[in-house]
């Protein structure tokens, strides 16, 4: 099973700079953690650049064009397909975490998206892939509404491949 994790803004993106537009949802975080650790991780390389390390309790395998490219903790994949085929040897379930080129390519191969829709517009480069609703359907959301530690109204949200 390959699945993705991921949050994305009303208008679809993900990232600007290298970091999230919305800065810290902390149970964004929480919940991200709990899908991935034990899991291979799959992200590309400006993905791995945004975290600046390797994430723990989990495989880290980084999608990189650059042959020569190493880090601490991670191991290193040509392509999507290499990266995806190296995480199923090491465990059924495959997460892949972005960014934008990462999931684009991966999302022919998902079964599940672990979607956070954070309840807002923001100005971004990176943009996830609109999933072809004929494709997925919605089988659990809940909505968490601005707090003292969330700056935005935000959903977990599950789609299931059909």
């Not at 709990?34 to 992200?43: D, N, R, S």
């Not at 943009?127 to 359907?137: G, I, K, L, R």
């Amino acid at each position: 099973m390959v699945f993705f994790v991921v949050a994305v803004a009303e208008n679809g993106v993900i990232g600007l700079n290298g970091e999230l537009p919305w800065g810290r949802l902390p149970a964004d975080l929480q919940h991200f953690k709990c899908l991935t650790v034990g899991h291979p991780v799959v992200m590309g390389r400006r993905t791995y650049d945004s975290l600046g390390k390797a994430l723990p309790k989990r495989p880290n395998i980084v999608v990189t064009r650059q042959a020569d490219w190493t880090a601490p903790g991670c191991e290193t994949a040509a392509s999507v397909p290499a990266a995806l085929a190296r995480a199923h040897e090491l465990d059924e379930e495959v997460c892949v975490i972005g960014g934008g080129e990462i999931y684009q390519q991966a999302l022919p191969t998902a079964d599940i998206i672990y979607l956070t829709e954070v309840h807002h517009n923001f100005e971004g480069d990176a943009f996830f892939p609109t999933p072809p609703p004929s494709e997925w359907q919605e089988i659990s959301r809940e909505r968490h509404e601005v707090d003292e530690q969330h700056a935005y109204a935000f959903s977990f949200v599950t789609l299931q491949r059909r």
